[in-house]
């Protein structure tokens, strides 16, 4: 069954720490990918996404994502934490097919202490 | 521009009710999921509507059902409601423009406490 696995379940990281969030996926060919957040009392909301080509992407708020295909693996990592950072991450996938469902991961809480 | 607005923001209600959940898509956004958030479940698919149709359906059992109409919203409706069916289920649309992509856009959440 398809599914996707988060390595963290909750992280906590001083300011200015450098952040690596696992995700990992069980699927059959090519794959969309997806970061997710989710602040305190706000809306998921998206942080990258991998579609194709260069398979490091950047998205907003200096966060970033390396796809690595032979480890069916799209880590999140950003390289100095901001307490504003305080939030749900959920990674998600789905098929570069019509009509496939995204599915999440189990989401990683981050606490960042100032 | 709105963006996905759901209703209710809380719902309380007793075990064997029925819950109605409404979601409006952004405007020119043709498809909408359903998603439950229960405590330490992450995000389970439920629900997949586009242009009018279901599209796709996660692993939940028949008195979870749902429709979409002809403006594009949607309602998803939970029969014989459980204990565990307590969660915050969240509304996303999406709007592929003729290649599916999966980047989908979330409302806030209707959260449903069954006591």
């Known amino acids: 069954a398809q599914s996707v696995s988060q390595h963290n379940h909750h992280v906590i990281l001083s300011e200015a720490a450098s952040l690596e969030l696992g995700c990992n996926y069980s699927?059959?060919?090519?794959?969309?990918l997806f970061w997710y957040v989710q602040y305190p009392g706000q809306h998921l909301q998206l942080l990258l996404k991998?579609?194709?080509?260069?398979?490091l992407v950047k998205g907003i708020k200096g966060f970033e994502a390396e796809f690595i295909k032979s480890k069916f693996s799209f880590n999140l990592r950003k390289p100095s934490v901001q307490w504003s950072d305080t939030a749900e991450y959920f990674c998600?996938?789905?098929?570069?097919?019509?009509?496939?469902?995204?599915?999440f991961g189990p989401g990683t809480s981050l606490s960042v202490i100032p | 521009e709105a963006g996905v607005t759901q209703s209710p923001t809380h719902l309380i209600k007793t075990r064997g009710q029925q819950a109605t959940l409404r979601c409006s898509p952004i405007s020119g956004h043709t498809s909408v999921y359903w998603y439950q958030q229960a405590l330490g479940l992450g995000l389970q698919f439920l629900l997949w509507y586009d242009e009018g149709e279901e599209r796709n359906r996660g692993n939940f059992p028949p008195r979870f059902s749902g429709r979409q109409f002809p403006n594009y919203s949607s309602e998803l409706n939970v029969n014989a409601l459980e204990l565990e069916d307590s969660a915050l289920y969240l509304c996303?649309?999406?709007?592929?423009?003729?290649?599916?992509?999966?980047?989908?856009?979330f409302g806030e959440g209707s959260r449903l406490t069954v006591l």
């Open positions: 699927y059959g060919g090519t794959v969309n």
């Open positions: 998600a996938v789905t098929r570069k097919t019509s009509y496939d469902k995204v599915i």
């Open positions: 996303a649309s999406s709007s592929d423009q003729g290649a599916f992509t999966g980047e989908l856009f």
């Open positions: 991998y579609f194709s080509g260069d398979p």
